[in-house]
């Protein structure tokens, strides 16, 4: 699509957009002026329930019923999207303009192989007869580097993995060459690895189709990493536009800071520093804010915020700011951010033991093992983090410590008792020892029951509180923990925010004044300010209880920041285990160099890393290569030795280890060879994964 005629690729002029509820409506998007340029990637921010999707239904004509566009136009390539018939819109969606979904698995077709799906948008807007769309399928799987594209196209979606399921759904919106490409949260929720695979694989994308992009997203670093230029958007408003790179090194607004400061940057430890996150909350649909949407939450309001609407300021360079005090931005200070001593000091002592722990999924048709092998200890007062890749092990483990499902062989014991039996059979003292925090609280909380009655029914069963007034008292105190108003003690989960339930949550988890939490991926779910809250919580109430966390993540900047001691899982196994300090400093795995890698911050803005790549994905469980399992994908391959030995427990400094042929000295030489700020030198090694042959 050309721009010689000076026309926007998308042209967004004072949209205004709001929901009924009841019969009353309620102001969603509020007069958002926006423009995306031929073959420009655009990336919109901010936090959930701000209106970043809504806007992406709005361009592709997808709003629900109880959608009012109140006013303003939306133009595409000079046309008017709102004015679009039916049939017109069915020609240009998928022909002229597409969407990638943030759930892949909720977007394909669970009944149809993905080769139909392709070719079934081949047939449609090409007019392809069966064969030809079906080969134009394979050669786009193809395009979007999909290992072994023939069995993927026979295969169900079921059968794929998260990063294949998100390439195919990329495929399917390149396939007919769309002049603009909505990405709605592509990467939230993948591996780090997949999460680089995939920003890779649009990146190229973008040099061979000429696509504009709106890249949706709530990582600051993906979208500094993958677009031109961002907008911020907040309540329904756009608050801050201009180059990515500015304006992530050098915000305008108060809001977009506060986001940034809720990141963990690359070297900042618990122990030193607290996280920064934003207070209050988004302003409920419908509210009535005379003045600056953001002045509630602002650490530099003034009266002049709450009664007097900003206008959109220019500052320069294409800039936009709407906040009547942006000069002032880079002055505010932070936050309490001194970390806190615990007041419960560790004394060392080792709380879990966990030896030769086997997990086995027994089938009619197979045998997987899914946990083989693995033996590390936490420490009293220690949070150990547990990273890999999905498929690696980390949750069936903390299935196994937390007594959902048996352990098939070997020993956890919990201050010398036994821990590898069933929760069911596991004595009261056991179970009150041992809570688990899952990533979605909707589902391990009983929606009919008010919070109250959950946190009551918690201090009898594992407090064995019997007295009600004391199950009251008990239970003010939890909410006080987790910063839980009184107020919401009287509702039901359905009616709290992702955060508040997240909240009710760890104060059950703690009803019982657990020795051990499990924690599996808490906060992975959450926005950067409610993550950055919740993490703050874990370790206020891990320093006034002096309890332990076993901590399962896919995000090292999160591990890195509040681990003391880290184990990588890869195929069911431990690969590397020691301080946190030691495992992400040379020499570590080779899985853990490219899981290092692959992380997006927004240091690699200013610093990028080299991107060690892994080739293909992971071997299944079922049938686990032999010798190293890693062999099949490793950028530091050596040949007949890996394929065919186990590799021996290579010892680093003290306390840690890694499994690999390669001796410490060797490997960290070989890793600091390829580290630097050099993007020439991204994914040196000394042998491609493709090379490294099957198991």
Known sequence: MSDANGLAAVGI??????????????????????????????GLVGESGCGKSTVAMALMRYLPQNAVVNSGRITFAGEDLLRADEATLRRWRGSRMAMVYQDPASALNPSMRVGAQIAEVYRQHRGMDKTAAFEEAGAMLEKVRITDPGKVLRRYPHELSGGQQQRVMIAMALS????????????????????????????????????????ISHNLAVVGRVCE??????????IEEGPSDELLRQPRHPYTLGLLRCVPRRGMRKDVLRLDPIPGSLPPLGANLPGCVYAPRCPIARERCHVEPPPPYGTGNGRISRCHYHNEVSEIPPGEQEAKPPSLPSDGAVLLRVEDLVKTYESSRSSVQAVAGVSFEVRRGEVFGLVGESGSGKTSLARCLSGLVDVSAGDVTLEGFKLSVREHRRNAELRRKVQMIFQNPDTSLNPRHSIRRILGRALRLLAGVKSGSERERLSLELASSVRLEPRYLEVRPPALSGGLKQRVAIARAFAGEPALVLCDEPVSALDVSVQAAILNLLLDVQTDRGVSYLFISHDLNIVRYLADSIGVMYLG???????????????????????????????????????????????????????????TRCPRFLGDVCREEAPPWQQDVEGHQYRCHIPPGELRELQRATEGPSNERRGAAPRLPEENGKQ
């Open 13 to 42: 002029e004072e949209l205004t957009i709001s929901y009924l509820r009841r019969g009353r409506p309620l102001r969603v998007i509020e007069e958002l002026t926006l423009s995306i340029r031929p073959g420009e990637a655009y």
């Open 176 to 215: 007919t060459d769309p002049e603009l490409l909505v990405l709605d949260e592509p990467t939230t929720g993948l591996d780090a690895t997949v999460e680089a695979e995939v920003l890779d694989l649009v990146e190229q994308l973008r040099s061979d189709f000429d696509a504009s992009i709106l890249f």
């Open 229 to 238: 230029r961002a907008g911020v958007l907040y309540a329904g408003r756009l």
């Open 573 to 631: 196994q431990l690969v590397d285990v020691g301080p946190a300090g030691a495992v992400f400093e040379p020499p570590h795995h080779p899985y853990t160099e490219a899981l290092l890698s692959a992380m997006t911050t927004l240091e690699d803005l200013d610093d990028p890393r080299p991107h060690v790549k892994l080739g293909g994905a992971m071997p299944s469980p079922s049938e686990p290569p032999s010798g190293c399992r890693f062999h």
